[in-house]
Nanobody, 120 residues
Framework: QVQLVESGGGLVQPGGSLRLSCAAS????????MGWYRQAPGKQRELVAR???????NYADSVKGRFTISRDNAKNTVYLQMNSLKPEDTAVYYC??????????????WGQGTLVTVSS
C-alpha cells in the first residue's frame, strides 16, 4: 500500500510564498513522475506542475515563472515552491505519484490534499 502525505498549505497574503511537500511511502518499485494538481471550488482538477525522475518539468501557463517544482528521488518526495501568490491560486492542492509497484503493476497514487488560501 502506498501513501502520499502532503504538508505546507495554509493562509497567505497576495504576493506571499508557500512551500508544499509530499512524501510517498510504502511498497514502491519506482516513481516515474510526481506532480501537483489543484482544484478550486466549482472547478475541475487541473495540473499545476510535474517532474520526472530525470528532472524534466512542465508547468501550467498560469504558474510559469512563479512556481517551482523539485524532487528528492532518494526520499520519494516532491516539493512545490509557490511565490508571488495570487487569490486565483486558492485551491486544494493534491500530490500525485505515477510509477510501478514491486509487482510491476502501475502505481497511480494521490495525496489527501492540502488547502492553500491566498487572501488579504
Amino acid at each position: 500500500q502506498v501513501q502520499l502525505v502532503e504538508s505546507g498549505g495554509g493562509l497567505v497574503q497576495p504576493g506571499g510564498s508557500l512551500r508544499l511537500s509530499c512524501a510517498a511511502s510504502g511498497s514502491i518499485f519506482s516513481i516515474n513522475v510526481m506532480g501537483w494538481y489543484r482544484q478550486a471550488p466549482g472547478k475541475q482538477r487541473e495540473l499545476v506542475a510535474r517532474i520526472t525522475s530525470g528532472g524534466s518539468t512542465n508547468y501550467a501557463d498560469s504558474v510559469k515563472g512563479r512556481f517551482t517544482i523539485s524532487r528528492d528521488n532518494a526520499k520519494n518526495t516532491v516539493y512545490l515552491q509557490m511565490n508571488s501568490l495570487k487569490p486565483e491560486d486558492t485551491a486544494v492542492y493534491y500530490c500525485n505519484a505515477y510509477g510501478r509497484l514491486p509487482s510491476r503493476d502501475a502505481l497511480d497514487a494521490w495525496g489527501q490534499g492540502t488547502l492553500v488560501t491566498v487572501s488579504s
